[in-house]
């Protein structure tokens, strides 16, 4: 196979990979997106002699480096720097999957362990990026079905990796298929299980999925929400203007929509752009304003975005966030917060805990604390923001919870898993999209909180600042949609869900298998390599 061919082998594999994206993309097109760098594997696998180890990476980051920057673009409206820190990044994790499994591949008997190699370094680097402090699971593969709701209902048992397992097998499936029956034109037993098979693999969950759709039924549990829409540019007007004016634009969405018979207004992200100081919340005047508009309904609470800070006492540990108060002697710690505003009685907090890499946090900040200075300021605070250590849901009674789910953290199932096993009846998301522009940014964010909702059985209200408002049940169905750019308000009864998934219960273990996977074969491979003495 000439140079030029496997160059063009790559893009098209980028390209397959980016057209299956969601949210506009066709999905089945995610089944066959690896075939084309399977096919480049494999020449430089049956012709060692002519290839090195590390002849197909370079083909691995061209295709990678294109599936990153076609879905995810738009991040450079908020920050240049920041797309060309996540495509850089993200396709040189992805290539070293692909290079790692080529390796492997190589010092195989059996073809088969090689192909579940990639498997294991693929989900390691998908589980790594849930956790580490670079971490960017956007573009994890079981991400892709988000827009089709009906075909991964078993996402209640699995999460996303069992999507990104999904398209792996199918992916290696299929090529072994047309590698054996169209280039070797072998034509057996073998050839029509494989085809069987691939069938199988491909068509079941989505039978299962669909059953599991239609026979799905929600426990009636009402409760009756408002999600509110303000619509202010986060670049100039809602961080400009008075902190009064934007309460007040605020509470005339909801006044437009709300009645006695509402339970839930649930405000965006930064929606009170007045910085507060935790033991002094009654001294805000807009919590007083909106605490005020609550007392004319007879059943309404509030959740609400604002930014907070809070003082180290004396004696008491600083964490790694803590920032000195200038020209004063003493030290704290800056959140953004998700604040729960009761009819009567104290307000609850949440912290944000799944920061935004640059923007909120310095990655690893023991180590480059330094650099803080240098962070992006996109959300009016500089530096890195502190984090709560449990997600511990809004108590509204005995029998009634709220996960506070703070924009970026929609894109983390177990970690949202942590606000379901401790109680959370119903999951309200928070965000502000508007730095991306009309871009697919929001909208794909927007998908992630259905893949929460199947996850977790857990009705979603979503309240955007700027981006897309709406109300999402338990089977992943999106109602009361918002549209883009436009102040609005809606309205919606949902259902609680008290019920623990097997998903809820066990979290990302299919990730967590695959990486212990990963390791024994990367610790087969050095072993084999050693004992040949090179990499060949």
Known sequence: MKRYQKLLLSILSGVLLALGWPEHGFPLLLFVGFIPLLVIENQHLENKSENGAFGIYGYGFIAFAIFNTLTTYWIYNSAFVGIVAAVLLNSFLMTGAYQLFHITHRKMLNEGAGYFALIGYWLSIEYLHLRWDLNWPWLNLGNGFAAFPKWIQW?????????????????????????????????????????????????????????????????????????????????????????????????????????????????????????????????????????????????????????????????????????????????????????????????????????????????????????????????????????????????????????SVICYESAYGEFVNRFIQQGANVIFVITNDGWWGNTPGHRQHLLFSVLRAIETRRSVARSANTGISCFINQRGDISERSKYWVPDVKKATINTNSGLTFYVRYGDYIGRIFLLVAALMLLLTVSLSLRKGTLR
């Not at 507060?276 to 909106?290: M, V």
């Not at 704290?332 to 920061?355: C, E, F, M, V, W």
């Open 155 to 403: 996402y209640e048992y699995t999460g996303i990796f069992g999507g990104s397992l999904w398209i792996l097998i199918v992916n290696i499936l299929l090529f072994r298929f047309i590698h054996i029956r169209f280039i070797q034109k072998i034509c057996s037993r073998k050839v029509a299980f494989l085809m069987i098979s691939t069938l199988v693999v491909l068509i079941g969950p989505i039978l299962f999925s669909y059953y599991t759709y239609y026979q799905y039924k929600e426990v009636p549990s009402p409760i009756d929400v408002v999600v509110v829409q303000p619509n202010l540019d986060p670049y100039t007007e809602q961080y400009e203007l008075a902190p009064e004016i934007v309460t007040s634009r605020m509470l005339e969405l909801v006044a437009s929509r709300a009645d006695s018979m509402t339970d839930f207004i649930v405000f965006p992200e930064s929606a009170i752009q007045e910085y507060a100081w935790e033991d002094q919340l009654d001294s805000i005047g807009s919590l007083r304003t909106i605490r005020l508009f609550q007392s004319t309904y007879p059943k309404m609470k509030a959740i609400v975005g604002i930014s907070t800070r809070s003082i180290f006492l004396d004696g008491q540990e600083l964490t790694v966030t803590a920032r000195k108060k200038r020209d004063a002697d003493y030290y704290y710690d800056s959140y953004n917060t998700a604040l729960y505003i009761p009819r009567n009685g104290n307000y609850q907090l949440y912290h944000k805990s799944k920061l935004t890499p640059g923007v909120e946090k310095m990655p690893y900040p023991r180590m480059f604390k330094f650099l803080e200075k240098y962070a992006l300021d996109l959300g009016g605070t500089i530096g890195s923001l502190g984090t709560d250590a449990e997600q511990i849901p809004f108590k509204v009674n005995d029998s009634l919870k709220i996960a």
